[in-house]
């Protein structure tokens, strides 16, 4: 699709922008088509957002940017249009005249998506000069980061719309009938009609209703969906034995909505079939493991942002933080703790950089004992790390607890060489070692010096301890 | 807590041994009762999956796991337990049966918990000889992971309760009334519901809404709930804004089920104001920001399981994935991307092991472009990195564009030598540098040895073009 190269947006909102911003990013040539006179300072502030946030997804190097420019009218942004994404408000008589007024200017062959989350293209196509033209193209806020695209309209132009939108990055699905809401703002009603009761009755509030979502159930939908979570539930026996035993519960009197598909034989191996077509190749085993391991890795990304049931494992952490090595007339234990899978690549190995982080970790310990804290470095002073020698000796494991052993081998001046051995806890196995030397800096001059006060005293008293230790068995090897 | 030690678990299918795990592998004692000869394999698989996710969600060492036995009888499980957890199969006389039988051997402040999805704390505690002892905790699958538990009882019991699970790294939430279904599974039976509408009717399969799921709302839902998402949707004028315009929607015909709450300016007071009480310390600008960390950190975290939204940014990855160099008669640019945010701590620092990756990933371009790639390392021989001194110069910026320059130094026998330098590409500023030294070793002898074949002639070339350039301006400083 390299020849497809302008997006015309019509309508500048948080949709509309967040249109722009995917299409900008990926390298397009955005024009925008807004009567608000606020229009460019909104798509300014999604495209801000956007910026910092879409091209950090990559691990490579992105698109240059589009050119962005914003049209005085739809003629003048729908003329050389590729596709036209219309994000106006959800009324049908507006959609009608801005489809209309789109149609009249631009090519017969651009796409025109439809951000409507209500319409089925049957309504929006009425009076078309050109029906099959236009479709749904209905996104997820922020259009700039979730990929999903309900794409409902005429086969053959949502091909069309599937490649484009392919070569963007974003996940289009072609919805097999047309429906009013399309797929999942059906969800997203029900969900809401039920909290709203919820609020109304006194059972919950909004806090505590987004807590039951955010540390349970939404964190399985962020990687399985509906039916992949319940095949697992369903265990060995998979999704017939799932809605044997839970279907039933449907005709309970649990919500305030009532009409239920009646599950009959047929229902039922529809599903079962379409579960089988889905996650058949897997075994529940390697679905449950999957599903833990994915959880695993979005329960430690929001540790990184000290967000929801990050923040909970944090504060769990910080309650049962290790007090500081007291001991140092030996080698002491810096760190222990258990190797978890999102340092893992696909083939299993432990990422190299991992390690690094290991021994960086250890020698922090060692700056907490000898007072090098956040307010040591808040008055400008602070150590930097200038080399790790790193030595690989045996594969580390997904899920092994290890330990680092750290020996201070010399502490003098502005030179502070530690020395740490990276051991599997189980069978005393030594892993990785690194041979760590940092200096003490200012950070005002960004140059070698002396540490001073209390921790010149403990770094010092440390280093004595310390150096005149035999040296550690692996290094002398 | 700490008095608190033994756990009894009635009941050891998935639940039950998801339960198990969790109290086990918090250094609690657990008691098993179930009369399936097949429990302890069963509770075994739970376990097997437990001990290889849960301990790893901890950046700091964690207890010591319990001790786990079976009892040949209820009476022998609860007789000295703690806390005594019911997750036998959802029938009301079955639970009475059970729940006489465990308050009639348990002490009489054990705290009771029951895993039902759907019964109300009143019909459980029907005939009890001590009902307020009893209450419900419903957990979400896998219990070993997903942090929410829905407490509904006696006041007291439940703080209790709140405490014990607090300890155990838990999300005990209080329920304020009872109702069926308590507060989450309202949500999952609506969604369900919908779900089977949705593939009777031939709209979309299990796939289809699987996908629509995971790789939209589902995202935002692992980390903001239902309320605190409208809310940014709702822009700067908050709640209230979004409740006027799209509050309406739900008397559309849109969904087969309609009996939806009257939008009274009461009930959409009472919205705003909880939603201000839960969100407003933070701008709509701040909670956008979050959201967005949030959803990179989580479609990072699930890119390294290839999984869903991952596996989508990784293919797309794969299409953009740069040529590798070829012009060698000059230092060469290894990599370019930008910084993402599960890169930075806290305070906005770049993880320190983050340049080593960044090094490390420049030193994989090197090894690709003279062919010591994985079937090089398959015939058993590979570079391995001895050392990686580290110049940290100026401060990396979450999406910071930086490019890396390679210098190959040295490339004679088994060892080579490269420089990088990481480049912030927006203004040119030298960010960090760093000396490499890999060696070339056999992985059977795991000795050093000299490169072969067409590797050793691409090094060899590589290095003569290369080593006698001038040496790069930073390693001269």
Redesign the interface.
Known sequence: MSEIKKAAIIGGG?IGGGWAARFLLNGWDVIISDPDPEAERKVG?VLA?A???L?????????KEGRLSFASSIAEAVSDADWIQESVP?RLDIKHTILAEIQKHCPADALIGSSTS?FKPSELQQGAARPEQIFVAHP???VY????I?LVGVQATLERARDVLDGI?M?P?I???E???H??????????????????????????????????????????????TYR??G?EAGMRHFIAQFGP??S??????????E?TDE?TD??AD??D??SGMHSI?EL??????????????????????GE??NT??AR???ALPTAIDAPFTTL???????W???NGHM????Y??VF?DAGDVVMQMVGADQDYIASGLSY?????????LNETH??D?I?VRTQVLEARGKKLRMYHEMIRTADGELLSTC?QLLIHVSLETRRACEPEGEVLAKITALGEAQSKLPKPASMRD
Request: hydrophobic share 45%; net charge negative.
């Open positions: 948080v502030e957002n910026r910092r946030s091209p950090a997804l990559s691990d490579v190097s992105v698109p959800e209500g997820f806020n922020p980061l979730l990929p999903v309900e990055g996940k699905l919805v097999r009938k429906i009013d809401a797929i999942a703002d059906r969800f997203l009603e029900a969900v809401w009609r039920e909290a709203l009761w919820l609020v109304k009755d006194g059972i919950a509030t909004t806090q505590e209703i987004d807590d039951v979502i955010r540390f349970g159930f939404g964190m399985r939908w962020a990687q399985m969906g509906l039916f992949e697992i539930a265990g519960c449907l309970w009197p649990w919500t305030k909505l009532m009409d239920v598909p599950l229902l529809m599903i379409q579960s077509a889905q085993r449950e493991r999957i599903r833990d391991d994915n959880l695993v890795a979005i329960m430690r990304a929001l540790k990184g942002r000290n967000w929801g049931s909970l494992l769990h952490d049962n933080k290790p222990e703790r258990v190797i978890p899978v999102d893992m690549d696909y990422n190299e950089s991992r690094g982080q960086s930097f790390t200038v080399s790790n020698e790193i030595g690989y997904l899920g607890a330990h041979n």
